[in-house]
């Protein structure tokens, strides 16, 4: 079984920073993507950045520009960090691997993490 554990989520005023973390853990063999997706209340979840195995990113246009993400394949991390915050960034943040390899299975499970809240006060 795998499982994504969130951290560095919580308050703080616009215009400020702050840095998420999400390890995988369990029997990977490889995971295609790594990302973060956002939902705020009353909207859909959507993407805020992502980062494939071999390095290429892809971000949502409202944080192109603030927000940075990396990954360490070696240890199944993934981070963002989120400058230049701004109230309209509120909303819950959850780790998502996606096509993940484990033994025993093809590759093509995605996970997702329990989800880290972020809020950014005006």
Sequence with gaps: QV???ESGGGLVQAGGSLRLSCAASGSIISINAMGWYRQAPGKQRELVAAIRSGGRTNYGDSVKGRFTIS???SKNTVSL???SLKPEDTAVYYCNAESVWTPGLPPGHDYWGQGTQVT???
Excluded: E, G, H, P
Aim: glycine share 0%.
């Design 81 to 83: 960090q989120m400058n």
């Design 3 to 5: 499982q994504l554990v």
């Design 71 to 73: 990954r360490d394949n």
């Design 120 to 122: 950014v006060s005006s």
